[in-house]
C-alpha cells in the first residue's frame, strides 16, 4: 500500500503502491529462521553472487494479541507498534484516503485474541470515516526472513486492508526508493482494470525509476507498471471466503529472491539477480484498514457502516 505515494492518479485505474493457530510457532516447513548457505560453485558470474537461503524455524519476533485493550492504555503493545494519528500529507492521508486514523478504540483494539481494526462511517478531523493504521518503526525493523499474518478480511467494497512492509531508512531516502514490500492488499476488485471478484487479494513489489531495470519486466503472468516516478510489479489470485475464514499470508524474504504465499501455496516470486538495492536493508512492519482511495477507485459501498479487519497473530522468523 503505497502511503508515501501523492502525485500521481494514473491510467488503467490501477494503484501503484495488503490457516494456522496461536500454538503453530514451529511448523517445520513456512515458518523459518534465515540460514546462510553459500554456494562455493557461484563463480565469477555476476547474477550469481547472491548467497542461498533456507527458511527454518526460529522465532525472532511475534504479536499473538493474547492481552484485551483496556480503557486508558494504548490499544497495541506500545514496546511493538506505533500507532499513526497525525496525518502526514498537508493534513491528509495519501492515495486519496477517504478516512482519518484514530487511537481510539472504536478503530483499534484486542479482544479475545484478535486484533480488530475497525472502519466506521463517522465525522472526523474534517473525514467521513475513520480507521486505524500501525508500524513498528524504530521499534521492530530487521533484513531477510519470513513474515506471516493469519487475518481475515472486512467484508465491504470500498475497504482497503493491508500488510506491509517498508524500507526503514525511509526518512532519509523518501519513498520509493526506500523500497516496498506488500504482502497482502485487498479491495481492488471493484475496478475495470483486474479480476472483478471479492476474493482477490494482490501483493507487489515497489522501487525507485532507477532500480532493477531488466529483470521486473520478464516475470511471467504479472502486473509490471513503470510510472515515471517508481517501478512496481504485482500479482494477483483469488481466494475462497476471504471475509467467512482466516487465512495466512506470508512472505519470505532472501537476498536471492522474494516469495510470497497464500495458506503455504507460493504465487509470487520476484528474482533480486545482481541488484538487491532497496531490498538488502532493513525494513519495518505495517497494518492497516483505508476507506476508498485509488485503490477502489473511491468507491464505498453506500451503505457502509463499519468493517472489521480482525488479525490473529503477526510472527517474523529469521
Known sequence: MNTYLNTFFIAFFILISCGGSKSDL???YLSGSVKQNVNSNLGNNPFNQSPTYSFGNELIWSDEFDEDSSSGTPAVSSDKWNIETVAPNNGSWY??????YTDKQDNIKIENGFLKITAKREEFQGKQFTSARINTQDKFEFTYGRVEIRAKLPNWEGMWPAFWMLGANIDEVNWPNCGELDILEHGDYVKDSTSDDPGLISSAVHYGPQDYSRQTTNVPGKIFFDTGQERFIRAEKIIDSP???FHTYAIQWAPDKIQFFVDEEMYFEYPMQS???PFDK??????NLAVGGHWT???VAPGFTNATYEIDYVRVYQ
Open 26 to 28: 514451529s511448523d517445520s
Open 95 to 100: 492515495n486519496g484516503e477517504l478516512q482519518y
Open 243 to 245: 471475509f467467512e475464514e
Open 275 to 277: 541488484q538487491h538495492s
Open 282 to 287: 532493513p525494513f519495518f512492519l505495517l497494518l
Open 297 to 299: 477507485d473511491g468507491y
